[in-house]
């Protein structure tokens, strides 16, 4: 077949919805744009895991460590999914890994900034997995196959994890003036971050148009950052907590919320890798990967032992 | 009576909530991302096994207590773990090791108690045991990759088996307090399973390509909350916001 009647055939496929799969024909370009997109998902999954991993051991009941734990789980089993999506396009864990080490792939800049007390567990969970699943929901219908079904699993979880923030923060909010003071602080801390991750405004996002074309995405960022503004108001006053924004009300007329202007120099700052924790975060990465080393090495070798034997056996 | 019991059902919630935070301090730095997920889960069911035993402990206790009051606001000599759970989690190899002794233990502990006179307890051991067979299998599987996989890593391995050898023996000797619920029917006496202890575990280490240590001066104190120095410092980070906030819920 032609390159022309491929890309014909491949655009009917989306024009009609149906989903494109790991041995079906696509472009370069898709295929490159897929690997960058999944990737820096998974990688979000697992540098995510850190900040939160902060709070295991000092979290204040055991219902809320058991809990946290668990949250922590789920998003290293999100990674995993990922990077198996990911695979199906032909680009090894290994290397996407190494991209991230290296400093080259990238990953949601949310996680570079520090969990500080215990109510960034409830405005993590509440914001930031409410962020994502509002980017999130829309990918289960993606146009690459292997990717949306990894997605389907994935919102599933994340809006128990957002549910399970928000009840961190509503606990606190109720709470001694000290336990409310804190939630009130972790809300000013993690309120702007959360907006940014919906990436920059539409008419500086080099990615969007090519994406939408493809049904890679499915809303602009600015779309999705406003239905998120929209959902996540009335839930921080109906528990008495301020959004740190003064110019933030609600509109009649457009029947949405008129919002303060995001700083967006801080963003590019912070994907650039100046965030408070980048460092750390790819450091304890980097740590996990070099203190396992042997360990793997030993796994490998006593599977290649292994199999000698048998097939000695066999022969 | 009661009092015994509540000791009892205490001392063992202590060893199963301090492995289990132990074994969470892993979380997001284990050897590779599947290995991450399996440590977390044997972490969970350690918590799990730990929350069922002292919600049991506060219904014994009967002083409207609750199952945070005896994770969070209880002293380090108050804590009855066995010093085994405490030790800080070195490298892989260690913490393998350490995982390894103890639930070896708890395989044959708990298949006993499955017997208990006491049914909370017997059903309590019946869920654990399915919990536990998992996590013999696990550390079990990586004490012999680990001993016989390559050199660094029989090195390894064996050093961490020598280095925590010294803790294992106080996980098969009795004190008054299990003399005295065996003799209830209620608890197991850490005696009468040592030969099933060592079977296995040389059964497993011979796998290993790996040595039985020799030593045989054992520490203990644990059950009598005489800790090493490390359980002081675990506690004070997992009860720091519980008692820094008497008054509040969470
Ligand atoms: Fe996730
Ligand atoms: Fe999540």
Redesign the interface.
Known sequence: MSEEQLQRDFQSKLDAEIRIEPKDWMPDDYRKTLIRQISQHAHSE?VG??PE?NW???????R???AL??K??DE??H??YL?SAMETLGEPRSKAIDDLHSGKAKYSSIFNYPTLT?ADMGAIGWLVDGAAIQNQVPLCRTSYGPYARAMVRVCKEESFHQRQGYE?MM??AK??P??KAMAQDALNRWWWPSLMMFGPPDKDSKHTAQSMAWKIKRHTNDELRQAFVDKTVPQGEFIGLTFPDKDLKWNEEKGHYDFGDINWDEFYNVIKGNGPCNKERIK?RR??KE????????????AK?KQNKSTEKAA | MTNDLLKYVLRRADSELVLGHRMSEWCGHGPELEEDIALINISLDHLGQSRSLYQYAAAVDGEAKTEDHYAFQRNERDFGNFLICELPNGHYGNTIARSFFYDVHSLLFYERLVHSADKTLAAIAEKSLKEVKYHFRHSAEWVIRLGDGTEESHAKMQEAIDEIWTYTGELLTDDELDIEMNKQGIGVLNSSLKDAWYNKVEAVLNEATLKIPEGAYFQTGGKSGIHTEHLGYLLAEMQYLPRQHPEATW
């Open positions: 697992i895991m850190l991993g295991i051991t000092r979290a204040p009941s055991l809320r460590k058991v734990i668990a922590v789980q290293a089993g990674g995993l990077y215990w961190i606990e606190l709470g001694t000290a336990q304890a740590a996990a203190n396992g080393a042997w360990v793997r090495d030993a796994a490998a070798a006593y032992k």
